[in-house]
């Protein structure tokens, strides 16, 4: 085929007139050769043997090649090595579909070696009677470029959306879920986008309301930053999450689309509301120790005078001994020696109670409580005694005929009766009667009272015999003197005991002592589970409940998670969980528990710092049994301990 389809003139024609170049000139095959070659777009014929046979100007223009190194030339000239195989395909197909139009994009290469885009419009037609292809082509390299801008654009995109370390999404205002990245399926437990997208959005807001206000906002702002949502995950455990986010809008400013990023927070918040209870704690603590120091201030004043008067006596007389001893009759001398003895006695006296209140303020007093009948103390406090008692007149006796069992420390409460019964002597009259009896009995408790036939106390002083700060104290009938310390004693006895002590009189008729014990619950407590973050409070609380339940196996979690899986292992009768913790804290694995049908009937105390009616009432709610404010300490855990498992009995 020649170089070009259709030929200017024939060889060799004859010279024509200027009118016949004119006609020539504008014939119809003369123009449209003119117009092929002025064309914008590539135009060529190629033969079925896949060579080009024609080519305009444009086609020389931007490949660069003259039309003898194209015309004749196999299309692989310009053609990617890559795509060869792929045209000559192309080229079978056209054949065998005839003349259907076909439209094709492909790189070619141009002399200088560079990579072209052009977008080909292919058709199988007869030129002068035989087969070839025609094809027109446009450069489209800046389209292309374009377009891969785009897809590069795209999958840095998508790359940074599925990779990102937090979650993100995008949803329609009526709650369905579009789009959502790895990690959001991993923040809220679901395995595939699907299956989230089958959940209702507004479902996962622990407070449903929280998505109509976070709605309100986008749709009045357009935007939010930073809003606090608890969020629940696909096995119901609650998260605390920050949500950033936006509202998309059509073009006529409707929103489309809310698409926004959340951020997990909850580890943060168990910390925040770690260092939180630690504040508080700290807080109560300087509270308390103010207050110690204000008592033992007070407390000292009271006692500088009690310390110091003896030694006043106890010296003078000591003086008069050493430097007027030749002037010193023996009557004299062993008087002065009475009152030596009598002051060092009190002093003596004085400082071992004060030994004793030290120890039991400070916890320095191992207690054992065991089951103890009271009735049997009693007598043995009332044996011991009853030689002063006849000394003095005064009849001593128990009224109680039976066995009362409650759990007490023996030693401790033996003080307790011993120092109520022998006050009872020093301010009853000669004739006078010491009766101690039952008062009362009830499911949960029992009162005794120490009843006396004395002089009685006055009522405004009542307020002060406990508290040792006023170390309120009398002389005896028989000039005995007090330290001011022992009912004060009795009343932190009775508190470590989870008992109590209160006081009734009349003056001139006598004074009752009342002392209030706990019935003894009825442990059922083979197994405990502790649960804090921090390894010292579970091994302080486990040391607490191992001493109220000696029998009892204790397991120990970090979390409410480990919490979990040791209830799976064991069925503990009590779980005593801290409030806040990372991965689950003490509300959920509340929740959790009592949401099975295996762990819902078992006693849970919660301890927290989060000292407010409303985070007790909202733990209460969830299920626990009691709630307790840290710094717990060992008296308040064991009436509490108690309480619950005689409830749970």
């Not at 996962?204 to 702002?221: G, H, S, T, W």
Request: charged share 30%; with cysteine.
């Amino acid at each position: 085929m020649s170089a070009t389809v259709l030929p200017l003139r024939r060889p060799n024609a004859p010279e024509r007139t200027s009118a016949q170049k004119l006609r020539q000139d504008f014939s119809p095959a003369s123009l449209f050769e003119q117009v092929i070659h002025l064309a914008p777009d590539i135009i060529v014929i190629v033969d079925l043997r896949g060579r080009f046979s024609f080519v305009n100007d444009r086609s020389m223009e931007l490949t660069g090649f003259t039309r003898d190194e194209l015309v004749g030339s196999s299309v692989d000239k310009v053609i990617d090595p890559r795509d060869v195989a792929r045209i000559r395909r192309f080229y079978l197909r056209q054949y065998v579909r005839r003349k259907e139009r076909t439209y094709l994009e492909l790189p070619i290469r141009t002399k200088n070696g560079k990579q072209m885009w052009l977008g080909v419009t292919v058709v199988l037609q007869h030129v002068y009677r035989i087969p070839a292809f025609i094809a027109i082509a446009r450069d489209i390299s800046d389209k292309k470029r374009a377009e891969d801008a785009l897809v590069e654009s795209e999958q840095k995109y998508r790359e940074l959306f599925n990779h990102a370390v937090q979650g993100m999404f995008q949803s329609t205002p009526d709650g369905k879920l579009v789009s959502a990245n790895p990690a959001l399926l991993k923040l809220l437990g679901y395995d595939t986008l699907e299956e989230l997208a089958a959940v209702d959005i507004r479902d996962l807001y622990v407070n449903p309301v929280d998505r109509e206000i976070l709605a309100a906002m986008l749709n009045e702002k357009g935007y939010c930053a930073g809003v606090e949502l608890q969020l629940k995950q696909k096995n119901g455990r609650v998260i605390t999450v920050l949500e950033h986010s936006r509202a998309i809008r059509d073009t006529s400013g409707k929103v489309k689309l809310y698409e926004g990023i959340l951020e997990d927070i909850t580890f943060r918040k168990a910390h925040e509301a770690k260092l939180q209870e630690l504040f508080e704690a700290l807080q109560r603590s300087e509270r308390e120790l103010k207050e110690l120091n204000a008592q033992k201030d007070k407390l000292f004043s009271v006692l500088s005078h009690d310390l110091r008067s003896p030694f006043s006596s106890i010296l003078g007389f000591v003086e008069i001994l050493l430097n007027e001893a030749e002037n010193v009759t023996a009557e004299e001398r062993r008087e002065f020696l009475l009152y030596i003895k009598e002051a060092a006695n009190s002093q003596l006296a004085l400082v071992n109670r004060l030994l004793e209140w030290s120890r039991l303020e400070s916890n320095r007093v191992k207690v054992d409580i065991k089951d103890t009948d009271l009735s049997e103390l009693i007598a043995r406090s009332i044996i011991g005694l009853m030689g002063l008692a006849r000394q003095k007149g005064v009849f001593v006796h128990s009224t109680i005929t039976r066995k009362l069992v409650v759990g007490v420390d023996e030693q401790l409460m033996m003080q307790v009766f011993t120092n109520l019964i022998s006050n009872a002597l020093k301010f009853t009259p000669t004739g006078g009667e010491v009766r101690i009896e039952l008062t009362e009995e009830t499911g949960d408790a029992l009162k005794i009272a120490v009843r006396d036939t004395g002089i009685g106390i006055p009522k405004e002083d009542l307020p002060k015999l406990f508290k040792i700060e006023e170390k309120y104290s009398r002389l005896g009938l028989s000039g005995e003197k007090g330290t001011g310390l022992g009912l004060p004693m009795c009343a932190e006895i009775m508190q470590l005991l989870n008992g109590s002590i209160t006081a009734e009189s009349e003056v001139g008729v006598g004074t009752s002592f009342i002392l209030t014990f706990p019935k003894p619950a009825k442990l059922n407590a083979k197994e405990v589970l502790v649960v804090d973050d921090d390894k010292g409070v579970r091994v302080l609380h486990s040391r607490h409940v191992k001493q109220l339940l000696p029998d009892a196996t204790i397991h120990q979690a970090a979390n409410g998670k480990e919490a979990l899986e040791i209830l799976e292992r064991h069925n503990p009768s009590l779980v005593l969980s801290d409030y806040s913790m990372p991965e689950m804290d003490g509300q959920e694995l509340v929740a959790r528990m009592r949401g099975s049908d295996q762990w819902k009937n078992i006693p849970v105390i919660i301890i927290t710092g989060i000292d407010s009616v409303g985070s007790r009432e909202k733990l209460l709610a969830a299920g626990a049994n009691e709630v307790l404010s840290k710094p717990v300490n060992f008296r308040e855990l064991s009436q509490v301990l108690a309480n619950v498992l005689q409830r749970a009995a």
